[in-house]
């Protein structure tokens, strides 16, 4: 995925986020304005009004795990799987995998850490500034995120607390990174081997069943934008360079 795609894959999640928040808060008012509930007395009208907004903010929640989970695993892609903010040397945008450059022991932390902040910039646009998310690992090795923290509503006089129950299954293997590097070296090792006057086709990348490589050779390096598709996330791609002795 090229740079402007994946910023406007971002914009894009954003404004879906809002969007759906505006969408469920007009559902709402059709639904008070329809019910013969709610013209029987303010009490009745309360607890429809509370449930509600409850359903709306457990929904919202949701949408903003999913689109902060995607658009994380593109900018951790983008950047090779480094830490965030880490100095590391780049070709044309891509991160030269070599020495300390290179995706972190702990991508899930590293996932986390930059999952947080977009997740916590809906929440503040949204007014859930007591909400924050916290990450483990299940047996099966998938990264899981949950909600903590309580909602308070009011309405009037009333006031109402509650815990959100979101649970996201993030469906992606952090295992890809190493994969991807153990191929990569394969492609470049065997092309290396080859007689000078062979020309680069790194055929092995290329005929991938698993992943599929997008091929640049760039002076003394290789860039790789290496994707694999997921059913609940589409293509994520993790782009990188690794030096080539031609």
Known sequence: ??????????????????????????????????????????????VINITLEEEEIELFLKKAMEYSSFNTLIELGNDGGILKNQNCERINGYVIWKDDCIFSDNLEANFFERFSILFDG??????????????????NNKLILETIGIVELNNGEDKYGFE??????????????????????????????????????????????????????????????VSKPYSHLGNVNVKFALQYNQ
């Not at 059709?30 to 029987?40: E, F």
């Open 122 to 139: 809906y929440l503040k646009e949204y007014g859930l500034d007591k909400i924050t998310a916290e990450w483990n690992v299940d047996e």
């Open 164 to 225: 959100p129950d979101n649970r996201y299954l993030l469906d992606y293997n952090f295992g890809d990174y190493n994969e991807i590097l153990r191929r990569a070296k394969k492609c470049i090792k065997d092309e290396e081997l080859k007689e000078s006057s062979r020309n680069s086709l790194f055929e092995d990348c290329r005929t991938d069943k698993d992943f599929k490589f997008g091929i640049i050779v760039e002076d003394k390096y290789v860039l790789f934008d």
């Open 1 to 46: 995925m090229n740079k402007n795609g994946s910023v406007f894959l971002a914009f894009f999640s954003v404004v879906a986020v809002f969007a759906f928040v505006v969408f469920v808060s007009m559902n709402k008012e059709m639904v008070l304005k329809g019910s013969s509930i709610a013209n029987t007395g303010e009490i009745p009208e309360t």
